[in-house]
């Protein structure tokens, strides 16, 4: 599972400096869920070659005992308690303040093992500027610069060393098809779970260890196996199945990246909100495959539904590979649809593709459409084989490809998506030099 890095800290000791630096350019996931009292970013990362999640958790201040900013502290511990690895910054410049020795406790009491780093340590002798911190009796502090990277690979590095990388599955393509259903609160996400699992058999349910675990339920339906990846904690009771734990967006975001393909989940009868936007612009920065589920369909007039649509189509723009589909889960209807895009995404996200016919496809799409000439050279197309698949990544082989305008790329996407009828998975172009 991706591992999860929380940063915790008082204000302005460069929590966020160092979430963007950790994150680069990739857009944060901002996530004011209804019951977060204040924003905080996802985001994700990659060290090496593997990625995890980050969490900016906002500000933290404890020392305040009224209203909001316990609530604060309360959702700051909840993504302690749901973060893998802990990062707790202070001010190298400012030294320890009263507030740093609050977080120090608190985060002492949750048992949790935490990692210190002391910020802003650039042109500083870092053994000094770290010597003082070791009175928060959190263990030995890292000096760190947030701004000018210094320390950070080593301080990520750390952090996740406890966390080996999971081994490929090699026989990914033997297991029922992962899915997670997503979506904020509310949306009719267990609703829609119920609904896809009441009547049908269920094969396994594995009890999480630690609220950290994610769960897999294995079902069968119309005669195919599936496994859900849950995000919410789901617990059997009787027929029902129901969500035990709050919202959570680490699990959320986890699933995601565990799963083959995602549903998700749109309320039809509220507004197309920012959220709904993030999760889908993190979906697809994972490239996992998409299904659109545009729920409680039910119950509305015709303009509402084209108001819906329009909306949708203005909002969610960017899902070009995605089917979308208009239910509703509490009437059971407009289900087998759905599963039908769910079959044909994770398909298309596993499918393979021979050499011989993706270079087939690569003439004829240079053929109808040569690459556009850039400076005095025109770039050549030799062959192309797969690189990848859950996203499909197709690696073309040719000369001069650095001079591939981006416009080209997608015209060359768009041909291989049609020729092999890859809908509900991104599809990755990669350019490569010479043979
Ligand atoms: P947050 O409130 O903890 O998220 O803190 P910010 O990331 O917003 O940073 C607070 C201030 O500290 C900003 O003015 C940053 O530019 C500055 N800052 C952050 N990291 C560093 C650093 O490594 N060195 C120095 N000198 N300043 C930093
Ligand atoms: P979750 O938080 O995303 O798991 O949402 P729930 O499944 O708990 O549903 C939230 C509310 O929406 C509940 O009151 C459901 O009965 C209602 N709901 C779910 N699906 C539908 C639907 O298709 N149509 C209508 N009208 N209401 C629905």
Known sequence: MLPTIALVGRPNVGKSTLFNRLTKTRDALVADFPGLTRDRHYGRGVVGDRPYLVVDTGGFEPAADTGILV????????????????????????????????????LRRTGRSVLLAVNKSEGMNRTIAAAEFYELGLGEPYAISSAHGEGVRDLINLALADFPPEPEAADD??????????????????????????????????????????????????????????TAGVRRRGKVFEAIEKFSVIKTLQAIEDANVVVLVLDAQDTITEQDGSLAAFVLETGRALVVAINKWDGLKEEQRDQVKKDIDRKLHFLTYAKFHYLSALKGQGLPPLMKSVDAAYAAAMSKLSTPKLTRVLEAAVQQHQPPVGGAIRPKLRYAHQGGKNPPIIVIHGNHVTKIPASYRRY????????????????????????
Do not use: C, W
């Open 71 to 106: 609530e604060m502290a309360r959702q700051t511990l909840q993504a302690v308690d749901e973060a893998d690895a802990i990062i707790f910054l202070v001010d190298g410049r400012q030294g320890i303040t009263a507030q740093d020795k609050v977080i120090a406790d608190r």
């Open 173 to 230: 393509e033997d297991l029922p098809p992962k899915i997670a259903i997503v979506g904020r609160p509310n949306v009719g996400k267990s609703t829609l779970v119920n609904a896809l699992l009441g009547e049908e058999r269920v094969i396994a349910f594995d009890m999480p260890g630690t609220t950290r675990d994610s769960i897999h339920i294995d079902f069968e339906r119309d005669g195919k196996q599936y496994t859900l990846v849950d």
């Open 412 to 435: 060359l996407e768009g041909f291989f998506r049609k020729a092999f009828e890859l809908t509900g998975t991104p599809l990755v172009i990669q350019f490569k030099q010479g043979a």
